[in-house]
């Protein structure tokens, strides 16, 4: 099946550092991927969907200028969270979208990156 | 959460017993999926039911989807300690976007 990798799978960081996180899907092109975080023992929250060469969607309440997206390939997309703060702490997911046989959107998770701000 | 709710949010049984967790949405959808999330990893897609189906197996997994209720139920049968897992509901309106449930954190005892 579709393969997507994230880097790092964890980071530990001081309080107003950026920390870029990668999303990559090894063996099949996305033009769309998306981002989630999780908070401890919560779902999943749709922070954004990264298209390939144009501008990301945020999803309301998402801060875009703190959350850079780049999808600079069909098979890379980055998330750098600007100027972290220890509230910014959560795993990360990030997500690539590809079709199924059927035409049904299906979407393959990396693995997840968790981020702790000191 | 941003679509709906998962029902119960914690189950525990033991190994051999069936396990049920319910999912109840918001909006119109086009389609509905489960997932699966071992601690601290990312998700495994199980099972996908589209809203014109109301019943679907895999394995010892059963979907059912009510779209009248908005809602949808996951039944494992014959659980094993390897099914010990989050378990979340995801819905599509037929466009891009996913929006998860709540998770029902699942613990199966051997």
């Known amino acids: 099946g579709a393969v997507v990798s994230q880097h790092p799978s964890w980071v530990i960081c001081k309080s107003g550092t950026s920390v870029k996180i990668e999303c990559r899907s090894l063996?099949?092109?996305?033009?769309?991927m998306f981002w989630y975080r999780q908070f401890p023992k919560q779902s999943l929250m749709l922070m954004a969907t990264?298209?390939?060469?144009?501008?990301?969607?945020?999803e309301q309440g998402v801060e875009k200028d703190k959350f850079l997206i780049n999808h600079a390939s069909l098979t890379l997309s980055t998330l750098t969270v600007t100027s972290a703060h220890p509230e910014d702490s959560s795993f990360y997911i990030c997500?690539?979208?590809?079709?199924?046989?059927?035409?049904?959107?299906?979407?393959?998770f990396g693995p997840g990156t968790r981020l702790t701000v000191l | 959460s941003q679509q709906g709710e998962e029902d119960p949010q914690a189950l525990s049984i033991q190994e051999g017993e069936n396990a049920t967790m319910n999912c109840s949405y918001k909006?119109?959808?086009?389609?509905l999926q489960w997932y699966r999330q071992n601690s601290g990893r990312g998700l495994v897609h199980l099972i996908l039911?589209?809203?014109?189906?109301r019943e679907k197996h895999s394995g010892r997994l059963r979907v059912t989807l009510d779209t009248s209720k908005k809602s949808s139920s996951l039944l494992i049968t014959a659980s094993r300690a390897a099914d010990t897992a989050s378990y979340f509901c995801?819905?599509?309106?037929?466009?891009?976007?996913?929006?998860f449930g709540s998770g029902t954190k699942l613990n199966v005892k051997p």
């Open positions: 997500s690539a979208d590809t079709k199924r046989a059927s035409g049904d959107n299906e979407q393959f």
């Open positions: 063996d099949f092109q996305a033009t769309t």
């Open positions: 990264s298209n390939e060469g144009s501008k990301a969607t945020y």
């Open positions: 909006t119109s959808i086009n389609n």
């Open positions: 039911i589209r809203s014109n189906e």
């Open positions: 995801a819905t599509s309106d037929g466009r891009i976007k996913f929006y």
